[in-house]
């Protein structure tokens, strides 16, 4: 689960990180109060989307002269005019491909004369099993290209969960940094405070882009990234709350009501699959039968008639989708349940694209036995290699 930079950053000034005072504006006029509130006399803009890149990006409303979506303001009225120009319109950046996002909520923040800008991030590391944090001289900068080009200057450091954050962590971290005296004591006080909120709130990800050093030789976090272990938030209720479904694809959430694992892809066959590493194999072999696959879809061990009939409505509100492959493996859930919940599903949706089965597992003959008797034009297939070649034929056959 993603947040916005300003939740971001009050969950992270509650845990003592050094942050600067900013408010959170719904409005225009919310946002010329934030900013009246501010020390100033310089203010920062930022539109709220949960997307990087947002200081380059453009709006499409706007022209390509236009500036980004992160703006210096120097009175109230260039907040007011920088708000007009963000607030209702479509950011694009290169992390929110050619459609871009909508900008309902901005970020007023106190402006900072900044010295020099860093990258700190905490992750989990899943290789070692460890929390990560990475450390790196370039701050600012788009990080994949500094990873890349300069991977040397790029600096990982694991804590083992048995000892937890040590002083020799943050010594690490400000060598990474290359700070010194005072500004590497504080260095390592951030650390340890980012970890404090990393555990604390069942973090995935905190990423600060930049940790700048400010004029008067300060410390300060001056943007943040964080996102939680969706798994993890029935434990801080606080947190859930946060969340911007604006922000989210509608069919993803309404999977989630149906506790169905759902992400849209660029693709035009829609795939419904009992279990991760199975859907993984299937949307490998779409591909490589030459065609996309429109989605990743999990149905899980339990595909009862109600989630297969979700998972088809789901699928076929792509308008891209051209056809369905269904590959299931009946182990907990049987076969031919599987097969009269497909059948229901197919009838209640009014199906209209080509469909073809593959069920393997415990009563895989009566399963395809009921398929076969439906009268609905169902496409049953052998195996998953035997399941692909046949949706690609099916779906180039109707176009």
Same mark, same amino acid.
């Given at each position: 689960?993603?947040?916005?930079?300003?939740?971001?950053?009050?969950?992270?000034?509650?845990?003592?990180?050094?942050?600067?005072?900013?408010?959170?504006?719904?409005?225009?006029?919310?946002?010329?109060?934030?900013?009246?509130?501010?020390?100033?006399?310089?203010?920062?803009?930022?539109?709220?989307?949960?997307?990087?890149?947002?200081?380059?990006?453009? *709006?499409?409303?706007?022209?390509?002269?236009?500036?980004?979506?992160?703006?210096?303001?120097?009175?109230?009225?260039?907040?007011?005019? $920088?708000?007009?120009?963000?607030?209702?319109?479509?950011?694009?950046?290169?992390?929110?491909?050619?459609?871009?996002?909508?900008?309902?909520?901005?970020?007023?923040?106190?402006?900072?004369?900044?010295?020099?800008?860093?990258?700190?991030?905490?992750?989990?590391?899943?290789?070692?099993?460890?929390?990560?944090?990475? $450390?790196?001289?370039?701050?600012?900068?788009?990080?994949?290209?500094?990873?890349?080009?300069?991977?040397?200057?790029?600096?990982?450091?694991?804590?083992?969960?048995?000892?937890?954050?040590?002083?020799?962590?943050?010594?690490?971290?400000?060598?990474?940094?290359?700070?010194?005296?005072?500004?590497?004591?504080?260095?390592? !006080? @951030?650390?340890?405070?980012?970890?404090?909120?990393?555990?604390?709130?069942?973090?995935?990800?905190?990423?600060?882009?930049?940790?700048?050093?400010?004029?008067?030789?300060?410390?300060?976090?001056?943007?943040?990234?964080?996102?939680?272990?969706?798994?993890?938030?029935?434990?801080?209720?606080?947190?859930?709350?946060?969340?911007?479904?604006?922000?989210?694809?509608?069919?993803?959430?309404?999977?989630?009501?149906?506790?169905?694992?759902?992400?849209?892809?660029?693709? +035009?066959?829609?795939?419904?699959?009992?279990?991760?590493?199975?859907?993984?194999?299937?949307?490998?072999?779409?591909?490589?039968?030459?065609? *996309?696959?429109?989605?990743?879809?999990?149905?899980?061990?339990?595909?009862?008639?109600?989630?297969?009939?979700?998972?088809?409505?789901?699928?076929? !509100?792509?308008?891209?989708?051209?056809?369905?492959?269904?590959?299931?493996?009946?182990?907990?859930?049987?076969?031919?349940?599987?097969?009269?919940?497909?059948?229901?599903?197919? !009838?209640? @949706?009014?199906?209209? @694209?080509?469909?073809? @089965?593959?069920?393997?597992?415990? +009563?895989?003959?009566?399963?395809?036995?009921?398929?076969?008797?439906?009268?609905?034009?169902?496409?049953?297939?052998?195996?998953?290699?035997?399941?692909?070649?046949?949706?690609?034929?099916?779906?180039? !056959?109707?176009?």
């Amino acid at each position: 689960m993603n947040i916005h930079e300003y939740q971001a950053k009050d969950i992270l000034a509650r845990f003592g990180a050094p942050v600067p005072a900013g408010h959170a504006a719904m409005s225009i006029e919310a946002a010329v109060e934030a900013a009246r509130q501010l020390p100033g006399p310089v203010y920062v803009v930022k539109a709220q989307i949960h997307a990087g890149g947002r200081g380059k990006g453009k *709006f499409k409303e706007l022209g390509p002269d236009a500036k980004g979506g992160v703006r210096l303001a120097k009175s109230l009225d260039e907040v007011r005019s $920088a708000a007009t120009d963000m607030l209702g319109n479509t950011l694009v950046t290169v992390q929110t491909g050619p459609a871009g996002k909508q900008v309902n909520r901005l970020y007023i923040t106190d402006g900072v004369d900044i010295a020099k800008e860093f990258y700190l991030a905490l992750l989990v590391d899943r290789g070692s099993g460890r929390v990560a944090i990475v $450390a790196s001289t370039e701050g600012g900068m788009d990080i994949e290209t500094v990873a890349h080009d300069t991977p040397e200057k790029i600096h990982t450091i694991t804590v083992d969960p048995a000892t937890g954050l040590m002083p020799h962590h943050g010594r690490a971290v400000a060598k990474a940094l290359n700070l010194s005296g005072d500004l590497a004591k504080q260095a390592a !006080k @951030v650390t340890a405070k980012l970890y404090d909120a990393f555990l604390g709130t069942d973090a995935a990800q905190i990423e600060i882009n930049p940790l700048a050093v400010t004029a008067d030789d300060k410390l300060v976090v001056l943007d943040a990234k964080v996102g939680f272990d969706s798994n993890a938030m029935f434990r801080h209720k606080d947190l859930e709350a946060l969340r911007d479904e604006t922000e989210e694809d509608p069919a993803e959430l309404e999977a989630g009501k149906h506790d169905l694992a759902y992400i849209k892809l660029d693709g +035009n066959i829609g795939c419904m699959v009992n279990g991760a590493g199975l859907a993984m194999a299937t949307m490998d072999i779409i591909k490589l039968n030459g065609e *996309f696959p429109a989605n990743f879809l999990d149905v899980g061990g339990g595909a009862s008639k109600e989630k297969v009939t979700a998972a088809f409505k789901i699928i076929l !509100k792509d308008p891209a989708v051209k056809g369905i492959l269904v590959n299931i493996f009946g182990g907990i859930m049987k076969c031919d349940i599987i097969a009269e919940g497909i059948i229901a599903a197919a !009838k209640e @949706v009014n199906l209209a @694209v080509p469909l073809v @089965v593959r069920l393997e597992g415990t +009563n895989v003959q009566q399963g395809k036995d009921i398929l076969a008797g439906s009268g609905l034009p169902i496409v049953a297939a052998n195996d998953l290699g035997d399941a692909a070649k046949k949706i690609v034929a099916e779906v180039r !056959k109707a176009a």
